[in-house]
Structure formats: structure tokens, C-alpha cells
Nanobody
Framework: VQLVESGGGLVQAGGSLRLSCAAS????????MGWYRQAPGKQREWVAT????????NYADSVKGRFTISRDNVKKTMYLQMNSLKPDDTAAYYC??????????????WGQGTQVTVSS
């Protein structure tokens, strides 16, 4: 399985970006997909999660109301629409896929990350 992010870039505060995460390989055992971010000198933090089969979404309080996570199961692609961006949103954004094996064991795959920089 490979996860490839795209869509990062430089944007002014108040602007918008849409990140994409394209999955390749066998994805039938994916339990959830999500976005995480890591700013310089900080720990990686959870941003949002979606359950592909049900469409159920969850968001960190810091992005709720501004970011929208979605997925296209046919294209095996997950998106993160980011609106009203703030300088504090500046970070490397990582795509995550959590798989669940028949045994119930869960394991993660990560993308390589895409940089989002919000200027004030």
C-alpha cells in the first residue's frame, strides 16, 4: 500500500487549500483514514478522521468548522478542504490509513507528507 499526498503550498491567512491523499494497492481492509500534521519543533497531532465505509467524520477542535475531510472510494482518494487558514495551521500534513486484519490487529500506513505554509 502506498499513500501519496498532494496539494500543499503557500497561502495567505484566510485562504484555502485542498489536500489529496491517493491510495494504491489493496485498501479493502482500511478501517479509518485521517490527516495529521506536524509543525517544526512540535509533536505530530491529529487533525481529522473519516471512516470510508460509513463516511463518519471527526475533527480536532482546532480545525472544526474550517476543515472538511472527505473521500472518494472509487478513486481511493481522501481529501482535506482547508478554509480560513491561519498561520498556526502551518505544518507538514500527513495522510494516514489504519488497517484492521482478520485477527483484529490494527496497523498504520503513512504518506510522505505535504507542506502547508500560511503567511500572515
Amino acid at each position: 500500500v502506498q499513500l501519496v499526498e498532494s496539494g500543499g503550498g503557500l497561502v495567505q491567512a484566510g485562504g484555502s487549500l485542498r489536500l489529496s491523499c491517493a491510495a494504491s494497492g489493496s485498501t479493502s481492509s482500511i478501517k479509518t483514514m485521517g490527516w495529521y500534521r506536524q509543525a517544526p519543533g512540535k509533536q505530530r497531532e491529529w487533525v481529522a478522521t473519516i471512516t470510508p465505509r460509513s463516511g463518519t467524520t471527526n475533527y480536532a477542535d482546532s480545525v472544526k468548522g474550517r476543515f472538511t475531510i472527505s473521500r472518494d472510494n472509487v478513486k481511493k482518494t481522501m481529501y482535506l478542504q482547508m478554509n480560513s487558514l491561519k498561520p498556526d495551521d502551518t505544518a507538514a500534513y500527513y495522510c494516514n490509513a489504519r488497517f484492521i486484519a482478520m485477527s483484529g490487529y490494527e496497523y498504520d500506513y503513512w504518506g510522505q507528507g505535504t507542506q502547508v505554509t500560511v503567511s500572515s
